[in-house]
């Protein structure tokens, strides 16, 4: 199942439109590409730091989180309503500036459950973070 490019913007500007949430709007994420089997956002290091200067672990998380959410929601389809029940981080490596990216892609996706792999990645590539 894919979505054409022209269904493709127009569910970016659906979530350009409704947001990933005010969680996510806070800290800056945005959503650059969101599609059956792929939802990629960014959010900078900037501002969600914990007191050593580092990409704060809970900040990943909101990233892992709002990506898995956006995905079940694509797969659960208009009118229905999805929530995370699990959420599981490693952190890799701690990034100091910059943007992270994030992507989503489907471990699988049932009928009333769905599980995604989550990679969060520094500006250079590098492995920051892994969640499902």
Same mark, same amino acid.
């Given at each position: ?20 949430? /005010? ?10 590409? @969101? !599609? =059956? #089997? &792929?939802? %990629? ?22 990233? /892992? ?10 797969? @659960? !389809? =208009? #009118? &229905?309503? %999805? ?50």
């Amino acid at each position: 199942m894919s979505q054409s490019n022209e269904g493709d913007s127009a569910l970016l500007r659906d979530l350009a439109g409704a947001g990933a949430g /005010a969680l996510a709007e806070r800290m800056q994420i945005v959503v650059t590409e @969101a !599609g =059956p #089997g &792929r939802v %990629v956002a960014t959010m900078p290091v900037e501002g969600n730091t914990q007191p050593y200067g580092l990409l704060h672990g809970g900040a990943s998380a909101v990233l /892992a989180e709002s990506l898995g959410s956006i995905a079940g929601g694509i797969h @659960a !389809g =208009p #009118g &229905r309503m %999805v929530v995370g029940v699990d959420l599981s981080c490693t952190h890799h490596r701690g990034a100091r500036s910059g943007l992270v990216t994030g992507v989503s892609t489907p471990l699988h996706e049932g009928q009333t459950v769905a599980t995604y792999s989550i990679t969060i990645t520094d500006d250079g590539g590098h492995l920051q973070c892994t969640a499902r």
